[in-house]
């Protein structure tokens, strides 16, 4: 298993509400990117954070947004929630930029 | 952007047969490409990589080739066991950016 961690586990949303996810990198490792997996595809890349900066946006809506730390943990904060937003949200941490990314186990995030 | 495509969607093969997963990729500036394996309800697990300066890449019964011209790249398993049916997803990236196949769902029949 890798050294990657998220918090929680699961998750039950409202439509409407907001919510903040978080992960906690590898150790060593500044560069966290977060995807969005819907049940039966492939994980879709949201962004990345690289020293505390975002290093690249995939094709999600501003109300997903992120945050880096000092010690390179990040969060995830998706406002209005839609129920299409129900999926497996997975964040991979790496060495740098550009290096081979380890995934974490992931939060399950439900929203009725 | 990067569109990635990966076929079959699904794959049954017998014990011990070779298992070949293919992936197109449309961003000529992709240099990376991972392959990932994930059990049902687990993450995804990094099992090959290669970069756009590799041919083939080979790690015990795994085997990674890339046509950098062709913008094509494959999995390759041999000896297949039980333990390798799972959910198995190829990736490009050009940037920051990783793209990811929809998935190959491998069966290893005992």
């Known amino acids: 298993e890798t050294g990657v961690t998220q918090s929680p586990t699961h998750l039950i949303k409202t439509r409407g509400q907001q919510v903040t996810l978080r992960c906690s990198s590898q150790s060593g490792h500044n560069t966290v990117s977060w995807y969005q997996q819907a049940l039966g595809q492939g994980p879709q890349f949201i962004f990345q954070y690289y020293r505390e900066e975002e290093n690249g946006r995939g094709n999600f809506p501003p109300r997903f947004s992120g945050l880096q730390f000092p010690n390179y943990s990040s969060e995830l904060n998706v406002n209005a929630l839609e129920l299409d937003d129900s999926a497996l949200y997975l964040c991979?941490?790496?060495?740098?930029?550009?290096?081979?990314?380890?995934f974490g186990p992931g939060t399950r995030l439900t929203v009725t | 952007g990067e569109n990635v495509e990966q076929h079959p969607s699904t794959l049954s093969v017998q014990e011990g047969d070779s298992a070949v997963i293919k992936c197109t990729y449309s961003d000529s500036a992709s240099n990376y490409f991972p392959w990932y394996k994930q059990e049902l309800g687990k993450r995804p697990q990094l099992i090959i990589d290669?970069?756009?300066?590799?041919g083939e890449k080979k790690d015990q019964r795994i085997a990674v080739t890339l046509n950098k011209t062709a913008k094509h790249f494959s999995l390759h398993i041999t000896e297949t066991q039980p333990e390798d049916s799972a959910v198995y997803f190829c990736a490009a990236r050009a940037r920051s950016d990783m793209r990811f196949g929809a998935g190959t769902r491998l069966t290893v029949k005992p």
């Open positions: 290669i970069r756009s300066n590799v």
């Open positions: 991979a941490s790496s060495l740098a930029w550009g290096y081979e990314q380890y």
